[in-house]
């Protein structure tokens, strides 16, 4: 084992590298992770994932002794079968899961059958490591038991991003300048892939609505993905109302964050969504739908932003009138936005897994 800051960690990558295998499904291109420097952390990739590869990587593992091997889910299936086999080596394993009740369905009785399944991989592990209380939920609901649990949360940089929004922020009169909008434009974001599963759609035709009753009122939508077209016909009518930069580089992100006054998370069924953690971080309230797992946990109506019903064009509309009409209360929210965003901060992170090491 390796160490790095205040644990012993190595990250195994139990998916081959191959040509193509960093293209984003839902994109159609790879994704920009480059905040991430080369070597920044001790990581090994197999180069198969088959049967005997699986094999091999248990009894390496098990040699190693390490305290605690967690793994990322229990898909693909050399994932479940390292843990089968690690389990059968007496290796004490957890795992790692952000799945939840409202975003799982089994219906039918391959459904019925699928959930008994899940509930026996779930009890294969010794901990748990739930992103949230909802996956919290979900391993003890299906597993029907209960497991020392240690929460692995989505948790962002928060301090680079408040730091990088800032710079940002310093700078929003020349972009807003460069852009022709008015001094006191009321900025929207919105940072999603242009999918069914984030739609962005339903954020244009609440915009489109807003603009009508705060003609102050600016759009910038960051993303890309298989509903361009649609997205691109949806705010042709709009104008230079709506600015599209396109796909962002994750080192980018804050630029958008800083020149914003409220950011939309739109997507219906998105088990987390973590860009609710980078808007908190830099100070900006979050306006999320329903299906957005993080809404539930980390948004508090009128304090750091509102919980709006998924794909209800008309109820994020009422919600963005209300704040546009109302700035400084809009600007009285920062400090409770990046306080919930703390709440989930990583040190809290490693504070779990060293109270998962300490008491294995």
């Known amino acids: 084992m390796h160490h790095m800051g205040v644990c012993p960690l190595l990250v195994i990558y139990a998916t081959p590298a191959s040509p193509g295998a960093e293209v984003d499904d839902e994109l159609g291109f790879p994704p920009q992770w480059d905040h991430l420097a080369p070597q920044t952390y001790p990581c090994r990739t197999l180069e198969a994932a088959g049967p005997l590869a699986i094999l091999r990587l248990a009894w390496q593992l098990r040699r190693c002794r390490p305290a605690l091997v967690v793994i990322c889910g229990y898909f693909p299936r050399s994932q479940l079968l390292l843990a089968v086999l690690l389990r059968l080596l007496g290796q004490r394993i957890g795992?790692?899961?952000?799945?939840?009740?409202?975003?799982?369905?089994?219906t039918g009785i391959r459904g019925r059958l699928r959930r008994l399944g899940v509930g026996w991989i779930q009890r294969l592990f010794h901990v748990w490591h739930p992103v949230g209380e909802q996956a919290q939920a979900y391993l003890?609901?299906?597993?029907?038991?209960?497991?020392?649990?240690?929460r692995f949360a989505y948790a962002v940089d928060n301090d680079w991003f408040a730091w990088q929004s800032e710079a940002?922020?310093?700078?929003?009169?020349?972009?807003?300048?460069?852009?022709?909008?008015?001094?006191?434009?009321?900025?929207?974001?919105?940072?999603?892939?242009?999918t069914h599963r984030e739609d962005p759609l339903t954020l244009v035709f609440a915009?489109?609505?807003?603009l009508s009753q705060c003609p102050s009122a600016r759009l910038i939508l960051v993303g890309d993905g298989p509903l361009r077209?649609?997205?691109?016909?949806?705010?042709?009518?709009?104008?230079?109302?709506?600015h599209t930069p396109g796909y962002v580089a994750y080192s980018q992100l804050p630029i958008w964050y800083g020149r914003a006054d409220v950011f939309v998370h739109p997507a219906p069924d998105e088990p987390w969504g973590v860009s609710v953690q980078e808007a908190l971080a830099c100070g900006l309230p979050v306006l999320a739908a329903t299906g957005v797992g993080a809404a539930a946990e980390v948004i508090t109506s009128g304090e750091n932003g509102s919980v709006f019903t998924s794909g209800e064009a008309p109820e994020l509309?009422?919600?963005?009138?209300?704040?546009?009409?109302?700035?400084?209360?809009?600007?009285?929210q920062k400090p409770a936005c990046q306080g919930a965003a703390d709440h989930w901060h990583y040190r809290h992170t490693i504070a779990a897994f060293q109270r998962a090491l300490a008491e294995c």
């Open 229 to 242: 077209v649609a997205v691109h016909e949806a705010i042709a009518p709009l104008g230079a109302a709506v």
């Open 207 to 210: 915009f489109q609505q807003l």
């Open 95 to 106: 795992l790692r899961s952000d799945n939840t009740l409202s975003h799982t369905h089994f």
């Open 168 to 194: 940002a922020r310093a700078d929003r009169a020349s972009f807003l300048a460069q852009r022709q909008w008015p001094a006191e434009a009321f900025v929207v974001l919105g940072i999603m892939k242009w």
């Open 317 to 332: 509309t009422a919600l963005l009138a209300a704040m546009a009409r109302d700035p400084e209360a809009l600007a009285k």
């Open 140 to 150: 003890r609901t299906l597993s029907g038991i209960e497991r020392p649990s240690y």
